[in-house]
Nanobody
Framework: QLQLVESGGGLVQPGGSLRLSCAVS????????IGWFRQASGEEREGVAC????????NGVDSVKGRFAISKDNAKNTVYLQMNSLKPEDTAIYYC????????????????????WGQGTQVTVSS
C-alpha cells in the first residue's frame, strides 16, 4: 500500500523559506505523478505544483510562480517543495498526493486525479 508522509512545515517569518518533503513508500516514484496541494482555513484545496513520472514540472496557482519549486530525488523516493519569499497568504496545510497515471510526461493539478494522500503539514507565515 502506498504511503506518503509530509514533513518540513512550521512557523516562518514573511520573506523566509521552507522546504517541504514528501516521503513515499510502497512503490517507486517512477510509477506516480506527485502533486503538492494546500488548503487554508475556510478555503478550498488548491494545487500548488506537480511533477510527472519523468520529471516534467507544472506549477499551479499564479501566486506561487517564481517562488515555489518542486523537485524529486528518486534514490530517496522523496519529493520536495522549496518555498521561498513566503507570504502570510501562503499559510495553509500542505499535502502531497500520488496519481498512478499511465502517462509519464504529464501531471494534473486537480485534486480528484490523486488517489493517495499524505496527512498534511502545517505552514504558518507570520511575524
Amino acid at each position: 500500500q502506498l504511503q506518503l508522509v509530509e514533513s518540513g512545515g512550521g512557523l516562518v517569518q514573511p520573506g523566509g523559506s521552507l522546504r517541504l518533503s514528501c516521503a513515499v513508500s510502497g512503490s517507486t516514484l517512477d510509477a506516480y505523478a506527485i502533486g503538492w496541494f494546500r488548503q487554508a482555513s475556510g478555503e478550498e484545496r488548491e494545487g500548488v505544483a506537480c511533477i510527472s513520472r519523468n520529471d516534467a514540472r507544472t506549477n499551479g496557482v499564479d501566486s506561487v510562480k517564481g517562488r515555489f519549486a518542486i523537485s524529486k530525488d528518486n534514490a530517496k523516493n522523496t519529493v520536495y517543495l522549496q518555498m521561498n519569499s513566503l507570504k502570510p497568504e501562503d499559510t495553509a496545510i500542505y499535502y502531497c498526493a500520488a496519481d498512478r497515471t499511465p502517462f509519464p510526461a504529464v501531471c494534473a493539478l486537480r485534486s480528484g486525479a490523486y488517489g493517495d494522500w499524505g496527512q498534511g503539514t502545517q505552514v504558518t507565515v507570520s511575524s
